[in-house]
């Protein structure tokens, strides 16, 4: 049976956040990189609190992935989803559906080290996603009651037009239908483990390397399969050197920032070359 193909990461804005901390605004969701701080409710909240997000463009999502902070965890959120009459472009017309909610770990076993990354499989047609955030796990570190979500990720297809106003689809694991797609390098973790600039050269191969597989030349895949593989641990390195470097900048040591920028320089003209070596 053929392995349902991977979808690609869809680009979304933030329309609506019913709060937020000014150092964590909700326009930090847009990007996905080592460095990513995230979005955080403001101090003290009332919740629930709701992000709704708005496709650059209509499409079949396949797959919602929601990481949390590590002690700013939320209780539960909720789900939904939502596409706009024909004609209508506000998005106080849209029908909504509610997929289902996400149950969030007090995360005390990690001693608040580790964040929670969830990920739910659906297949609904939408072009708008609405978050509700609920209540925060109270912790000892959690001193002004917040929640954070460090990244969230959209993973689908784009359509050429909506098939109703409705959506449809069920939250994975409460039923059968929908079944599992591998998220490949529209993965989140890919975004967060590598730098910027080794994600897009990873996607790249990525798509050379399925291009490959359906012609059945199985020599180039695995060529480029250990590419990928290899790219990724070069793009590790320099997403550790780009966060010593940001924090040299920061403290205006110039010369250490330059100093690590040519060690960032030869490492990623080394992986270019290794990456289909």
């Given at each position: 049976m053929q392995r349902p193909a991977a979808g690609s990461k869809l680009r979304f804005s933030v329309a609506h956040a019913t709060g937020e901390d000014s150092d964590y605004p909700a326009r930090e969701l847009h990007f996905h990189t080592p460095q990513t701080r995230g979005w955080q409710c403001a101090r003290f909240s009332k919740f629930p609190q709701e992000l709704v997000l708005r496709l650059d463009h209509p499409a079949r999502i396949h797959q919602i992935q929601l990481l949390s902070h590590e002690y700013?965890?939320?209780?539960?959120?909720?789900?939904?989803?939502?596409?706009?009459?024909p004609g209508e472009t506000s998005l106080d017309r849209a029908v909504m559906r509610r997929l289902g909610h996400l149950s969030f770990d007090a995360n005390t076993a990690s001693g608040h080290q580790a964040r929670e990354l969830k990920s739910v499989h659906v297949n609904v047609d939408a072009v708008i996603l609405r978050v509700v955030v609920h209540k925060c796990h109270v912790n000892k570190l959690n001193i002004y009651n917040q929640v954070g979500i460090v990244a969230l990720n959209v993973i689908g297809e784009p359509i050429a037009s909506p098939q109703d106003g409705q959506g449809g689809g069920m939250m994975q694991p409460n039923a059968g239908p929908v079944r599992p797609r591998p998220a490949g390098v529209a993965d989140l973790a890919l975004d967060l483990d590598v730098d910027p600039v080794t994600a897009v050269k990873i996607r790249e191969i990525h798509q050379l390397k399925e291009e490959a597989v359906a012609r059945e030349d199985y020599d180039e895949a695995k060529r480029l399969r250990d590419g990928i593989n290899r790219l990724k641990a070069v793009g590790a390195k320099v997403a550790q050197l780009e966060a010593r470097k940001a924090a040299a900048v920061e403290a205006e040591d110039y010369d250490a920032a330059k100093v690590i920028k040519h060690e960032i320089d030869k490492l990623r003209a080394a992986g270019g070359v290794t990456a289909l070596g």
């Open positions: 700013k965890i939320a209780t539960k959120i909720e789900l939904y989803t939502g596409l706009l009459p």
